[in-house]
C-alpha cells in the first residue's frame, strides 16, 4: 500500500488521535465518566480504538479508508517524483 496521508491530514491524526486514546483509556479506567452505563463504556472503547487507528495511520501514511475512498494527502517530494521518473525527463 503507498503512502496516502499527509500534510494536515497527518497532522490531526497525530494530534486528536492520541487525545481520543487518553480520553477512551481515562473512561474505561473510571477515571471520567462520558456517559451512564454500558453507553459510555461503549463510546469509551469506541475513542479508545478511533485514537488508536489515527495514531498508527498518522505514523504510518497508510490508511486503508482513504485507498477505499480514493483520497490521497500525501504529497511526494520533488527528488522522489524525479527518481521515479528519471533525470531530464519530466512527468
Do not use: H, W
Amino acid at each position: 500500500m503507498e503512502k496516502n496521508v499527509g500534510g494536515y491530514d497527518r497532522i490531526a491524526r497525530l494530534v486528536v488521535g492520541p487525545i481520543l486514546a487518553i480520553v477512551g483509556t481515562a473512561a474505561l479506567l473510571g477515571y471520567v465518566t462520558i456517559a451512564a452505563g454500558t453507553l459510555g463504556l461503549a463510546l469509551a472503547a469506541i475513542a479508545l480504538l478511533v485514537g488508536l487507528v489515527f495514531v498508527v495511520t498518522g505514523l504510518t501514511q497508510k490508511c486503508p479508508l482513504n485507498s477505499l475512498l480514493g483520497l490521497d494527502t500525501y504529497r511526494k517530494s520533488s527528488e522522489a517524483e524525479e527518481a521515479e521518473v528519471g533525470p531530464g525527463r519530466t512527468a
